[in-house]
């Protein structure tokens, strides 16, 4: 069975400009979500995605969207990067039907704004 | 308030002892509970998870819950110095929200040799 995988693993990029971070979901796993981890502090929700809609968010300003696909893969775009943006992104997938379902995350993508 | 506290540590044990990690929530309605053990560099990766109040035990590691004091705690039994790492205490947002984690910031742990 094939985890959640995440792309790229590295990113560096510099204010103002826009990035698109990527997550396939576990076999099986029809939502998705994405958390923010800043260093030295826990992961923060970023929002998550069931049924192609975003289904919950975080207190995250619009600039941070998400998409999420047929095959419940999904995306996070950021634009207007800002230096507090560097962190560690974090997917993670879950069943919808299955409330209490721990959720496993990928690797991540580091994310370094200059 | 934060929602999830933890002791940020560091903690530091002996090879062999008993490391013991405490979280509280404020939130009365957290209906799950999760710890993650995430090594430098590297993503959380889930070690328990527990919904019950009293004891689960899996291995070297003991889940405890007490929902009337809010507080969720994780025994490291016989520490090695590969558990060494930063542990994440999170808690589920209640039902009728959309599902999330919530994260206490970590407690740094250290088991010497």
């Known amino acids: 069975e094939t985890g959640v995988t995440q792309s790229p693993t590295h990113l560096i990029k510099t204010r103002g400009q826009q990035v698109t971070l990527r997550c396939s979901s576990q076999?099986?796993?029809?939502?998705v979500s994405w958390y923010q981890q800043a260093l030295g502090q826990g992961p923060q929700f970023i929002f998550q995605y069931y049924r192609e809609e975003e289904n919950g968010r975080g207190n995250f300003p619009p600039r941070f969207s998400g998409l999420q696909f047929p095959n419940y893969s999904s995306e996070l775009n950021v634009n207007a990067l800002e230096l507090d943006d560097s962190a560690l992104y974090l997917c993670?997938?879950?069943?919808?039907?299955?409330?209490?379902?721990?959720?496993?995350f990928g690797d991540g993508t580091r994310l370094s704004i200059l | 308030q934060k929602e999830v506290e933890q002791n940020s540590g560091p903690l530091s044990v002996p090879e062999g002892a008993i490391a013991s990690l405490n979280c509280t929530y404020s939130?009365?309605?957290?209906?799950?509970f999760f710890w993650y053990r995430q090594y430098s560099g590297k993503s959380p990766e889930l070690i328990m998870f527990?919904?019950?109040?009293g004891d689960k035990e899996d291995g070297r590691f003991t889940a405890q819950l007490n929902k009337a004091s809010q507080y969720v705690s994780l025994l490291i039994r016989d520490s090695q110095p590969s558990d060494s790492a930063t542990y994440l205490c999170a808690v589920n947002v209640p039902p009728g929200s959309a599902r999330q984690l919530t994260f206490g910031s970590g407690t740094q742990l250290t088991v010497l040799p």
């Open positions: 939130d009365r309605g957290s209906q799950s």
């Open positions: 993670a997938s879950s069943d919808a039907g299955a409330q209490n379902q721990p959720q496993h």
């Open positions: 076999s099986g796993h029809n939502t």
């Open positions: 527990i919904y019950s109040n």
